[in-house]
């Protein structure tokens, strides 16, 4: 008997092909899924949010080999680079509170009469 054009053993091959593979992902799948419930955890911990049940049942079903990637930790912890934290717009007040402001009310000042001098010398209504 063939199962389109498979001998009976090719067949039974291909089925344990399909069975392992599928074994595969549901494994890659739910550890995904218990390395978020972990990051979920931890999130409720830092922010003091009840624990859900549903989370530690997925971590306990993945096992103890559950790990974190280390940037998503730092983001949890807080600890961003220090490259983040200037492009960053809580970054760029602190490089604000910094300036002087006198320095920066004469550079505003200095932008807009070139400004308009430029204006004038395009526009002939000016």
């Known amino acids: 008997m063939s199962h389109d054009g498979m001998s009976r053993e090719e067949y039974?091959?291909?089925?344990?092909?399909m069975v392992e593979e599928k074994m595969e992902r549901d494994a890659e799948y739910s550890t995904r899924k218990a390395e978020r419930a972990c990051l979920r955890t931890c999130l409720r911990d830092k922010y003091?949010?009840?624990k859900s049940e549903q989370d530690e049942i997925m971590i306990q079903q993945a096992g103890d080999d559950i790990d974190v990637p280390e940037e998503l930790i730092k983001m949890v912890d807080g600890e961003a680079p220090p490259?983040?934290?200037?492009?960053?717009?809580?970054?760029?007040?602190?490089?604000?509170?910094?300036?002087d402001m006198e320095q920066i009310k004469e550079k505003a000042q200095a932008t807009f009469v070139e400004m308009k001098s430029?204006?004038?010398e395009k526009c002939t209504v000016m």
């Open 12 to 17: 039974e091959e291909y089925q344990k092909q």
């Open 48 to 50: 003091r949010i009840p």
């Open 83 to 99: 490259e983040e934290e200037k492009e960053s717009i809580m970054g760029q007040m602190q490089n604000l509170q910094n300036m």
């Open 118 to 120: 430029k204006a004038e």
